[in-house]
Structure formats: C-alpha cells, structure tokens
C-alpha cells in the first residue's frame, strides 16, 4: 500500500481565445483519492507569465448581474473526493500569453500543492 496517494487529474480543458486576447483559462476535475486534504497553492505552465487560481464570481451592482472573477490564495480538495474546475466555479487563469495558443494543441501546467506534490497534466486548447 503506498503512504500517500497523489491527486488526479480527470479531464480537462484550455479555453481557446482570439489572438490578441492575452489571458485565458483552464478547467478540469481533480481528484484527491487519498486520506489526507489537498491543497492547491498554484501552477505553472510555459505558454504564459502567470497561472493564478481564480473564482468566478457574479454580484449584483445597481440592479445588474455583474460576472467578475477574484484570485484565490489556494484551493482545498478534501480526502476522497473530486473538485470541479469549470465556468462559474474555479479556474486557473493563464495570464500573459507568450503566444497566441491553437486549437488542438496540448498545454503543459504543472500543478503545486502545499505538501510538496507537483502533478504535470497536458490539456487540449477548445473552442467551447
Ligand atoms: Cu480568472
């Protein structure tokens, strides 16, 4: 039996923008199968300057439904579960873009965890 199982990542996603859009954001299932919680303090990937966590985010301002998003210093998967990545909920945001990514093709991130773990996953860019 292995001392501590590490995180898994289920599925996942790039969202695909215009060329002159300088940020984007990734979206996928994690699992945490261990017995321990997880915490996700960040990533890296070589396509941008800076991966940040982020939630999505809507308030109402003046009567209007405002969608905004606001960083987060970590993101917790409790033992035996799986947390979402998705709009409306959390992503990664990739932000200064060293060049424009294509449809189809695969982003490297690495993720970092609070215990030490990094998890590299590989994930498609989409036009969704
Ligand atoms: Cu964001």
């Known amino acids: ?3 501590f ?3 898994a990542l289920l599925s ?3 969202r695909l923008v215009p060329p002159v ?3 984007t954001a990734a979206y996928f299932t994690l699992e945490n199968p261990g017995n321990a919680a997880l915490r996700l303090v960040g990533a890296e990937t070589p396509v941008a300057q800076r991966v940040s966590l982020h939630r999505d985010q809507r308030e109402v301002r003046g009567g209007q439904v405002v969608l905004g998003m606001r960083p987060l210093p970590y993101v917790d998967i409790p033992p035996r579960s799986k947390v979402e990545f ?3 909920k959390y992503h990664l945001m990739l932000e200064g ?4 990514l294509k449809a189809g093709e695969k982003v490297e991130l690495t993720l970092r965890f609070a215990d030490g773990t990094r998890l590299k996953v590989s994930l498609p860019v989409e036009m969704r």
């Open 97 to 100: 873009l060293k060049r424009p």
């Open 1 to 3: 039996m292995a001392a």
């Open 86 to 88: 998705r709009p409306g």
């Open 21 to 23: 859009v300088k940020d």
């Open 5 to 7: 199982a590490q995180p």
């Open 12 to 14: 996942g996603w790039v």
